[in-house]
């Protein structure tokens, strides 16, 4: 059993920075691909980032490639995203999830946290 703690979402100008934490806790996080989703309001929940087990692979998809960044510190059992020139179209809630394989595909992933709000103003 893993469990997942999403942190950091807030209000921020487009244009601007947040980093969003997600801690585990239960089984060994070091063996787990981890990613990030979020979901808008009236949208279905997508892919946004993942990364593999020892943090040396990375996906994005496109929409944020350059702007967003996943990473993790296995030793804190936290993984990361790193948000910056922020858009209003960012606005979702942003939720961390746990999973053997590194995938953008929303069933591969076992574990997921409860969510951050994020909100984009303009």
């Known amino acids: 059993q893993v469990q997942l703690v999403e942190s950091g979402g807030g209000l921020v100008q487009a244009g601007g920075s947040l980093r969003l934490s997600c801690a585990a806790s239960g089984r060994t996080f070091g063996s787990d691909a981890m990613a990030w989703f979020r979901q808008a309001p009236g949208n279905e929940r997508e892919f946004v980032a993942a990364i593999n087990w020892s943090g040396s692979s990375t996906t994005y998809v496109d929409s944020v490639k350059g702007r967003f960044t996943i990473s993790r510190l296995n030793a804190r059992s936290t993984v990361y995203l790193q948000l910056n020139s922020l858009k209003p179209e960012d606005t979702a809630v942003y939720y961390c999830?746990?999973?053997?394989?590194?995938?953008?595909?929303?069933?591969?992933?076992?574990?997921w946290g409860q969510g951050t709000q994020v909100t984009v103003s303009s």
């Open positions: 999830a746990a999973g053997r394989i590194t995938t953008r595909e929303l069933g591969g992933y076992d574990y």
